[in-house]
């Protein structure tokens, strides 16, 4: 972890250092070789979203899909973890709901299975609890957190959120058929 | 009851059949003298929206921004309860989640005060289960059921409808300050 880095979105994430123009490409290699294939935002959404174990979004989703669902215009915040120009995992924050509830967060999170295990997800976590205090934010609620998805469920555990309801079958898991939902929720 | 009508929503509804062009005005006078002032779907999304009691979207809200929250593209639907040209109630019904979850449907309820009291909300909320049942939904979720609109958390119950869950103070009520949301569920 100690060389990521933990900072906003920019468009050249999207794809990756390495990836685009020439200028990315010039910019993308570094010393230690990673430019050349370097892994932006929309390889993680789909490695994660093709999995269909976590988030309800079509596994065949486009690029343009992805770029819907998670480049939210503000007040959501896109914000990514960094290493050697290689996106590892992504949130975006923002209002869970309009005017008259918009006190209350919601956020999303996804780590590429590279990253796993390396203490990403918590990192961003920790990091998106601060952000959304700073913004203001009295709450944040998970609308939909996938009862097999243990390392999330866990996750959100041990940084404080609880279970508030569940929707039985809610999901239809590639792996597992139909689990629940889980809607989890602390205060900030 | 007898003389309402439900039906799927068409654009003339949007102002009522007595307001808009000469087509409409022309249109909407009949016999029971209604016409001149038809009663449409802006009329009754502005009325209860603009109390700040039962949706969280912004009370001032405009024509248009109520058109984009109700007129949702297909798949989903949206009926009105009609008297005499009058839309008295309405409702949208449709996927509550992405593609891994859209056998759960969602739906959204509106009552005019002028038809309160007259069972028009009960008449809706069967309709749409039916709806939702002839769609192949699975189950009905409802995100943000807020607590103090009581007539709406007994009428869910009385129609199958179990809390799941509940957001403490979800929810910044015009009269009652901060309030609950509750999220229900019942299987089709």
């Given amino acids: 972890m100690n060389s990521v880095e933990i900072r906003r979105f920019v468009d050249t994430d999207w794809n990756g250092s390495g990836h685009g123009d020439e200028h990315g490409r010039e910019q993308g290699v570094d010393e230690h070789g990673h430019g050349g294939d370097g892994h932006g935002l929309w390889e993680v959404w789909h490695e ?38 290689d996106v590892l995992g992504t949130y975006k924050v923002g209002p869970n709901k309009g005017r008259l509830g918009d006190h209350v967060a919601n956020a999303s ?41 243990t390392t999330a469920v866990k996750l959100w555990h041990s940084l404080g959120f609880t279970i508030v309801g569940t929707i039985p079958d809610g999901f239809r898991s590639t792996r597992h058929g139909l689990v629940d939902f889980h809607i989890m929720y602390r205060r900030l």
Same sequence: chains 1, 2.
């Fill in 48 to 85: 994660v979203v093709a999995a269909g174990e976590s988030y309800d979004n079509d596994p065949a989703s486009t690029e343009q899909q992805a770029r819907s669902h998670w480049l939210l215009p503000p007040p959501f915040e896109v914000w990514v973890a960094v290493e050697d120009g």
């Fill in 109 to 149: 999170f996804m780590v590429s299975t590279r990253a796993r295990g390396r203490g990403v997800g918590r990192a961003l976590g920790e990091h998106c609890l601060d952000r959304a205090r700073e913004l203001g934010f009295a709450a944040m609620q998970f609308n939909a957190v996938v009862s097999t998805n």
